[in-house]
């Protein structure tokens, strides 16, 4: 089963750690000042783990 990548917006604060460290997975919302997960992309990238350990608010998790 695959793991989803989710960014909780409400903790968020906008950083862009993640889209610098994996531009494949993570976009950001400029209107929104938020960072949030591109829909259909392939979340096995090592660069995602390394997203994860990157973001500063925790915000961002697998379920």
Not at 13 to 41: H, L, M, N, R, W
């Amino acid at each position: 089963m695959a793991k989803t990548v989710v960014i909780d917006q409400e903790e968020c604060i906008g950083c862009e750690a993640c889209v610098e460290t994996c531009p494949s997975v993570f976009a950001f919302d400029d209107d929104a000042g938020k960072a949030y997960v591109i829909e259909g992309q392939e979340t096995g990238d090592d660069c995602v783990d390394e997203a994860v350990a990157s973001c500063p608010a925790e915000c961002i998790t697998y379920e």
